[in-house]
């Protein structure tokens, strides 16, 4: 079993549309969480991190529920500019584990 | 202009051949990663350094050697015992080892050998 998994899409939305990406975890003793955002043949960015009291940025809403060891990234109004792959990631004491990745089409 | 260079964008080499990537950075960052991604896979973490002189192996260290001999900087070395060298690497830095820091990336270098 992966250490971070995510549901791999592709997610296909028209614009406007709000779309939700999960991601669970194994490690219990992880000790913090992000989402990463990676254009196509790009570096990851780093696009938020996540707190179990759930944080916002804008049209994008994070939350971690530890008990569950579940993440998840709502995205509201997608954006034809959204379209991109999302990379779940638990940082553990010495080191980061990704997901593999949803990837989200948004369309016109 | 602060930032995490790699060097070069692409790089082509033939097989049995050991090739050196660069990663520089000027952050002032304590800890530095190398990650391999391949298609439709998670990054997989090679090698990691929480300082200079030190590293350790990551998941899939075999056939990859590093070197922190300055702060600034931390090569990878893709030798030829590497089975399955074609890949995208990444370069990563931290501003301190630890479970509460997010992590910074390069540009990446795009391997393909033959």
């Known amino acids: 079993r992966k250490e971070v998994e995510q549901d791999p899409g592709p997610f296909n939305v028209p614009e406007g549309a709000t779309v939700a990406f999960n991601c669970t975890y194994s ?11 990676q254009d196509c043949r790009k570096e990851p960015k780093l696009l938020m991190s996540v707190y179990s009291s759930g ?54 | 202009d602060g930032g995490i260079t790699q060097s070069p ?18 952050l002032n960052h304590d800890a530095m990663y190398w990650y391999r991604q ?16 030190d590293f350790q192996k990551g998941d899939i260290a075999e056939g990859y050697s590093v070197s922190r001999e300055k702060k600034e900087s931390f090569p990878l070395t893709v030798t030829s015992a590497q089975k399955n060298p074609t890949a995208f690497y990444l370069c ?3 501003p301190a080892s630890g479970g509460h820091y997010e992590q910074y990336f390069g540009p990446g270098t795009r391997l393909t050998v033959t």
């Open chain 1, 27 to 37: 490690n219990s003793a992880s000790q913090s969480f992000f989402w990463y955002r």
């Open chain 2, 9 to 26: 964008k692409y790089l082509f080499r033939k097989e049995g051949q050991n090739v050196t990537l660069s990663c520089e950075q000027n």
């Open chain 1, 55 to 108: 944080n916002e940025d804008g049209r994008f809403t994070a939350q971690l529920n530890r008990a569950s060891q579940y993440i998840s990234l709502l995205i509201r109004d997608s954006k034809l500019s959204d379209s991109a792959t999302y990379l779940c990631v638990v940082n553990r004491a010495h080191d980061m584990r990704f997901g593999a990745g949803t990837r989200l089409t948004v369309k016109p």
């Open chain 2, 38 to 53: 391949d298609p439709g896979q998670g990054l997989r973490l090679i090698y990691y350094s929480q300082i200079v002189n």
């Open chain 2, 92 to 94: 990563a830095t931290q």
